[in-house]
């Protein structure tokens, strides 16, 4: 069972950065891809950016692309996205998730464990 703990979130201006981090625990990180999705009020929880096992290959939101970044620490059993340049869109609830499948797979429901999540607000 692997258990993921967020953290970095809260209430930023529009313009500014935040860094999420992800902590993994119970399991062989460096053996799942891992991902940040994320879910604003009334909304369905969307894709944000996805990282391969071995930090190499990563993907994101067209959304999101060339504001965020997301990075991993397999030593650390960690996962940062950092997000620059954040707008008021970005208000959402973020949560990491871990897959065990190959590839780079873009759907909630491939992934197996999920963290509680973690505030993210920008005013405006």
């Known amino acids: 069972q692997v258990h993921l703990v967020e953290s970095g979130g809260g209430l930023v201006q529009a313009g500014d950065s935040l860094r999420l981090s992800c902590a993994a625990s119970?399991?062989?990180?460096?053996?799942?891809?891992m991902a940040w999705f994320r879910q604003a009020p009334g909304k369905e929880r969307e894709f944000v950016a996805i990282?391969?096992?071995?930090?190499?290959?990563?993907y994101y939101a067209d959304s999101v692309k060339g504001r965020f970044t997301i990075s991993r620490d397999n030593a650390k059993n960690t996962v940062y996205l950092q997000m620059n340049t954040l707008q008021f869109d970005d208000t959402a609830v973020y949560y990491c998730?871990?897959?065990?499948?190959?590839?780079?797979?873009?759907?909630?429901?491939?992934?197996?464990?999920w963290g509680q999540g973690t505030q993210v607000t920008v005013s405006s």
């Open positions: 119970g399991g062989t990180f460096s053996s799942f891809a």
């Open positions: 990282i391969k096992r071995n930090g190499g290959t990563t």
């Open positions: 998730a871990a897959t065990g499948i190959l590839g780079t797979p873009r759907l909630a429901d491939y992934y197996d464990y």
